[in-house]
């Protein structure tokens, strides 16, 4: 795990200085403090900085072919990466390192741009080819690692964090208002887009080719589809999950490093516990974070886990004075970024870092499983849902404007006056009525011609798909799994040189759960029920059964005691930044009945406080 950035001149006769390579490196230190590196000839710079996991002593990057015609810098990891270099030294191929990165450039050398279909792993990483004057770039399947680049007709920059891009343009550091209303809306940046108009990410699964005087060619090299293989047994599916998990966990579990788990007490990552137990040698160590309040706290789930498996087991408890982390993790993510949960994934993996260097991680099997509570609400609605689409909309969104918001189930009523097949795209922490609101008149005009919606939806109804659940499943694994999920996992770790690994999301793994039916997947009200009947051979009925929980944080609890003074401090009144964006009248409106207990606006408060904070900082 590394941290990359990079700038090529399209003018071959504009070089590259050494000192902006330096400036951008120097910025992500924190991705990797063990080494630095750098390649700067003529018109092109990368530069990179390492966290050493696998071939400590020769891994050096940035790394070339064997006539340096070829440089690479590269952030991730490849796990088939010795079976590559056994099928490219049989080829010819003469390799000088062990690294997994040196198996990146001799693929593309054989392969060009397809190298990507051969890699199994997580990866952003950049190529520079020297014979054709030709940069190659990449970023693996779901975007567990990031990619961020800058692009104008003399120049591309590119780099692992925004704050390097931003280094080298901060004349094009202008704010995207279509973004902050995906922010207000989701709690972050989605799509290729970024906070900043000029700013872009290279999207999952991905490769972007710039020509010899700049060219462009962004294509999309894989994608996921649901084709639902009946033929199978439950108990078929159970054995080729608890196989293939238990082969992609064993893959991951390469290093040359001490090397643990984060384990929360849930089924996903009490899975991963199990299963890097069955392949491991010595006791794995396992980290936990908890609340003292107990609604939150799954503490005992995660102990149950660690004894049954004699882990080696560390806990911490999260207090609410974590807040004052808040200018930290406007640092860390150079964007506003409304997950909460974004404190305890920092403290976990600050506490891990001080015993090991690399972690796995449960993520994704809520998406792959279809896990989350949403997906029942949805699913309920929509078969709740019999009137016919012109009807409804004016029926329920009727009763919507009709009902006190004090009534439950007034929230149903928004969503079943959408489109019956897309309307959960408009899940959010603001809604429609809400922004028109929030925002400032004049800049609300704007935006309610095309509102965050609208491209969910796209993404909802153009999945390739008639499959409802399986559509959510996909719109999440496109939009909060990668901008909001990984994302958080990604600068939480990274902030403290941590590198965490998710074998659930092996693309692999993930093909074959795509080929398993939606009604194994929620059986009548059971989510991730084929999952839970694969893992029952390893874990106890408590951990299988408990009611989901997340990794979520007490901000309820928080905002009306411990930090109410904080946020009051914060948001009421009419002056700073946020207000020129905002409606400082129905911000205190909403913060006032948030205190009087009317309602809970704890998840919109947090996004505010998130957006002053970094607007203030973006100021200063």
Same mark, same amino acid.
């Given at each position: 795990?590394? &941290?990359?950035?990079?700038?090529? !001149?399209?003018?071959?006769?504009?070089?590259?200085?050494?000192?902006?390579?330096?400036? %951008? *490196?120097?910025?992500? *230190?924190?991705?990797?403090?063990?080494? =630095?590196?750098?390649?700067?000839k003529g018109n092109v710079g990368f530069g990179f900085r390492r966290l050493s996991i696998i071939d400590l002593h020769t891994g050096h990057q940035p790394l070339a072919n064997e006539d340096d015609s070829i440089w690479i810098v590269f952030n991730g990891e490849i796990y088939n990466h010795v079976s590559l270099r056994e099928q490219l030294i049989a080829k010819g191929h003469k390799f000088k390192t062990g690294s997994d990165t040196e198996t990146i450039v001799h693929l593309y050398e054989e392969y060009g741009s397809d190298c990507v279909k051969h890699l199994r792993g997580m990866f952003g990483f950049a190529i520079w080819d020297e014979k054709n004057k030709k940069l190659f770039c990449a970023r693996d399947r779901f975007g567990i690692k990031p990619f961020f680049y800058y692009l104008d007709h003399e120049k591309f920059i590119f780099g692992s964090e925004i704050k390097c891009v931003l280094n080298q343009t901060k004349s094009t550091s202008t704010l995207s208002i279509p973004m902050l209303d995906q922010y207000l809306t989701y709690g972050y940046s989605s799509g290729a887009g970024t906070i900043y108009q000029n700013i872009h990410k290279l999207m999952p699964g991905h490769t972007l080719e710039i020509e010899q005087g700049g060219k462009v060619k962004i294509n999309r090299y894989w994608d996921i589809h649901y084709t639902p293989d009946y033929s199978k047994s439950e108990a078929d599916w159970c054995e080729l999950l608890d196989n293939k998990? =238990?082969?992609?966990?064993?893959?991951?579990?390469?290093?040359?490093?001490?090397? &643990?788990?984060f384990l929360s007490g849930g089924v996903d990552s009490s899975a991963m516990v199990a299963l890097m137990s069955k392949n491991s040698s010595s006791p794995v160590k396992t980290f936990s974070i908890g609340f003292k309040e107990e609604e939150f706290n799954e503490l005992k789930y995660a102990r149950e886990v660690a004894k049954m498996y004699n882990t080696e087991h560390h806990e911490q408890i999260v207090e609410p004075e974590s807040v004052s982390l808040l200018p930290h993790l406007i640092d860390s993510y150079d964007e506003p970024f409304a997950d909460s949960s974004a404190i305890p994934t920092y403290f976990v993996s600050k506490f891990a870092r001080q015993h090991v260097t690399v972690v796995l991680s449960g993520d994704g099997g809520d998406?792959?499983? @279809?896990?989350?509570n949403k997906?029942?609400? %949805?699913?309920?609605?929509? !078969?709740?849902?019999?009137?016919?689409?012109?009807?409804?909309?004016?029926?329920?969104g009727g009763m919507h404007k009709m009902l006190p918001n004090s009534v439950k189930g007034k929230g149903a009523t928004y969503y079943l006056s959408k489109p019956k097949d897309s309307f959960p795209a408009y899940l959010s922490i603001w809604q429609q009525a809400e922004r028109s609101k929030l925002f400032k008149k004049e800049l609300w005009h704007d935006i309610k011609q095309s509102p965050a919606?609208?491209?969910?939806?796209? &993404?909802? *109804?153009?999945?390739?798909?008639?499959?409802?659940?399986? !559509?959510?499943?996909? %719109?999440d694994m496109q939009s909060y799994m990668v901008d909001g999920v990984l994302t958080k996992v990604d600068r939480a770790s990274m902030q403290n040189s941590l590198e965490v690994r998710v074998p659930i999301l092996d693309h692999e793994f993930a093909e074959l759960t795509a080929r398993?039916?939606?009604?194994?997947?929620?059986?009548?009200?059971?989510?991730?029920?084929?999952?839970?009947? @694969? %893992?029952?051979?390893?874990?106890?009925?408590?951990?299988?059964?408990?009611?989901?929980?997340?990794?979520?944080?007490?901000l309820k609890a928080w905002f009306k005691e411990e930090l109410k003074d904080y946020v009051n401090d914060r948001l009421l009144g009419t002056k700073g930044p946020l207000y020129d964006y905002l409606d400082p009248t129905y911000v205190n409106q909403i913060v006032n009945d948030h205190n009087k207990g009317m309602r809970d606006f704890n998840n919109k408060i947090w996004s505010l406080l998130f957006l002053d904070q970094w607007l203030n900082s973006r100021n200063g």
């Open positions: 795990m590394c &941290g990359i950035c990079g700038k090529v !001149n399209f003018d071959l006769g504009k070089p590259v200085f050494q000192d902006e390579i330096h400036k %951008m *490196t120097e910025l992500i *230190t924190h991705r990797g403090p063990d080494d =630095s590196g750098y390649y700067v998990l =238990s082969e992609s966990v064993k893959a991951h579990l390469m290093s040359d490093v001490p090397l &643990g788990a998406e792959l499983f @279809a896990g989350y997906y029942n609400r %949805m699913m309920n609605m929509r !078969n709740f849902n019999v009137l016919p689409e012109n009807l409804s909309k004016h029926f329920w919606e609208l491209n969910r939806i796209k &993404g909802f *109804t153009n999945s390739g798909s008639d499959d409802f659940l399986f !559509n959510m499943q996909k %719109m398993i039916p939606s009604e194994l997947k929620m059986k009548g009200t059971i989510k991730k029920y084929i999952f839970k009947e @694969a %893992m029952k051979k390893h874990l106890p009925e408590s951990i299988i059964s408990h009611k989901k929980q997340g990794f979520s944080v007490p």
